[in-house]
């Protein structure tokens, strides 16, 4: 079965522009989170979805949005670039949010702001 | 204080050494508790989940936590090279708390 999906695997943008970034979850998994690794640090949480909700937002800026579609792929949007957004994006998917919920991670889109 | 304390290493060690890697916590809420391996570039791979306190083996790996002491431990018996990569602690609380909480990672090389 084929794992967490993600693209584009590696994104170049300038400063204030927008960015888009795309996460397919494993099949039967209705749950995606997005998490930014920033070098040299842990994943830090941004968002998780299910069921095309929101079930939770760390604490990054309103410049960061996400959606679920119904088919349960997701989008993370960034706006108004700054460098400090240069990092590596994760999707992570599971079941659905629960007391065994366990996160599958994708390979990441890695986004270089200059 | 942070959330999650991970020494970040580096660790260098033989090829057949045994690998003990380490993470404390704060919050005395986490109960379930998770380790990633992360190869250079890649996405983070589950490699144990436990909850609660105790130990669980898998193969060459043994996952140890106390919650007493607010510490998680992932030992790795007869390391091999292709085990060389960052290691990744992770928890979380129950109910609706959702999110994973990280530790920076310890960057493993194992020396053939």
């Known amino acids: 079965d084929a794992g967490v999906t993600q693209s584009p695997t590696h994104l170049i943008k300038t400063r204030g522009q927008q960015v888009t970034l795309r996460c397919s979850p494993i099949?039967?998994?209705?749950?995606v989170s997005w998490y930014q690794q920033v070098l040299g640090q842990g994943p830090q949480f941004i968002f998780q979805y299910y069921e095309k909700e929101e079930r939770g937002r760390g604490n990054f800026p309103d410049r960061f949005s996400a959606r679920q579609f119904p088919n349960y792929s997701s989008e993370l949007n960034v706006n108004a670039l700054l460098l400090g957004d240069s990092a590596l994006y994760l999707c992570?998917?599971?079941?659905?949010?629960?007391?065994?919920?366990?996160?599958?991670f994708g390979p990441g889109t890695r986004l270089l702001v200059l | 204080q942070k959330e999650v304390e991970q020494d970040p290493g580096p660790l260098s060690v033989p090829e057949g050494a045994i690998v003990s890697l380490n993470c404390t916590y704060s919050?005395?809420?986490?109960?379930?508790f998770m380790w990633y391996r992360q190869y250079s570039r890649k996405g983070p791979e589950l490699l144990m989940y436990t909850y609660s306190s105790g130990n669980k083996e898998d193969g060459r790996f043994t996952a140890q936590v106390d919650k007493s002491s607010k510490y998680i431990s992932l030992f790795i018996r007869d390391s091999q090279p292709s085990d060389s990569a960052t290691y990744l602690c992770a928890m979380r609380s129950g109910g609706s708390n959702y999110k994973l909480t990280f530790g920076k990672g310890t960057l493993l090389t194992v020396n053939p």
């Open positions: 919050n005395s809420a986490f109960q379930y």
């Open positions: 992570a998917s599971s079941l659905e949010p629960g007391q065994q919920e366990t996160q599958y």
């Open positions: 099949s039967g998994h209705k749950s």
